[in-house]
């Protein structure tokens, strides 16, 4: 592949966590010497708006909704046949099939239909890049490209649990069954009524994609202690860390890598997950405080081991410390950067 310029597609024209990944990698090409030019439709415009903000180069496409912009983006491709592509998710991998020298960047294993047209979608393709272990066992013949975060500095917080109060107990993600949060809201209700424990819970999201039936569970959930539920709706992730004593990412979905978590170790947050797809392979070997997915009684006992260890100063962060070098030395952006160098020295190879 010429290295000297590459474009970017992306596969939703809203900001997701594939967006974040795009503008994670067009900022490692950068730093790598190339000219980058992120294509995306014109509606919804929030990924062209973010990458303009950022100074890349924007391609705008005519098209307002995925049909449309597979479409257009095409027809852009058999205008520009000799540009590498970055095809960011299976969207533009699909709309692109076969056509000139391409990267297929897949960030959720295709599932249904969507199996079917990723194997069409995978035509042609120098590499098929997944951010895990975990889904490249699920997808033979792919080549692991970790994720990556932004460069995050630690959180100033308040000091855990040494001033009275509740423990304040953060979800940080939509609030939709698959990532888990009325399995976390059944967890602190029994730690709430059993245990008798003072707990803040804090929800961090919305119901963003999901159905009524998230909506229902959640409320079924929640039934009993909404008097210690703090509700926030989207709000800024550095000020989320910052107002947690733990943070708790419940998933029930297999997640193909878990950002969050990567996240929670750069700014400081001790972490409780679920070991749904790859987040246990985020956190690492040594992480403490894995409860099964769905498991509500089990994410209990999780959260209950790690109550003495934020209490404990020298635990705590010798503990905190630990996440933060894991960070640096796998999921910090130049550690990104080099991944990708190292990937496209492999492609000119």
């Not at 596969?11 to 966590?17: L, P």
């Not at 498991?295 to 705590?316: C, F, G, N, T, Y």
């Amino acid at each position: 592949m010429n290295a000297a310029r590459i474009a970017i597609a992306t596969n939703n024209g809203d900001m997701g966590g594939g967006e974040v990944m795009l503008l994670n990698i067009a900022e490692a090409l950068r730093f790598s010497g190339i000219a980058v030019t992120v294509v995306g439709p014109r509606e919804p415009g929030g990924l062209v708006e973010a990458a303009e903000e950022r100074g890349f180069s924007t391609t705008v496409l005519p098209a307002s909704g995925r049909a449309a912009y597979m479409v257009q983006l095409a027809l852009w491709r058999l205008r520009n046949l000799r540009v590498p592509l970055w095809c960011n998710g299976l969207v533009p991998s699909a709309a692109t099939a076969g056509l000139g020298p391409r990267l297929v960047h897949l960030h959720i294993i295709p599932e249904g239909a969507n199996a079917l047209v990723a194997r069409v979608a995978r035509l042609g393709a120098r590499r098929v890049l997944v951010p895990s272990r975990f889904m490249a066992r699920e997808i033979p013949g792919t080549h692991v490209l970790e994720n990556w975060t932004e460069d995050l500095q630690r959180a100033v917080r308040r000091p855990a649990l040494q001033e009275g109060g509740p423990v304040r107990i953060g979800f940080l993600g939509r609030l939709i069954r698959d990532k888990g949060a009325d399995v976390l809201a059944r967890a602190v209700r029994e730690l709430i009524e059993v245990d008798g424990l003072d707990i803040r819970l804090v929800l961090a999201g919305e119901n963003r994609f999901g159905s009524p039936e998230d909506d229902r569970a959640l409320a079924a959930a929640l039934d009993g202690i909404e008097s210690h539920v703090e509700r926030l709706g989207w709000t800024d992730r550095d000020a989320f860390f910052a107002g947690v004593d733990l943070a708790v990412f419940p998933s029930v979905f297999p997640e193909p890598f878990g950002l969050v978590a990567a996240e929670a170790m750069a700014s400081g947050t001790p972490f409780v997950i679920s070991d749904a797809g790859g987040l246990a392979e985020v956190a690492g070997p040594d992480h403490p405080w894995v409860a099964r997915a769905g498991d509500h009684r089990h994410l209990a006992a999780a959260i209950r081991s790690a109550l003495p260890v934020l209490q404990d100063p020298e635990q705590r962060a010798a503990m905190l410390g630990a996440a933060r070098a894991r960070w640096e030395e796998l999921y910090s952006p130049p550690e990104g950067a080099r991944r990708v160098q190292r990937l496209l020295s492999s492609l000119v190879g």
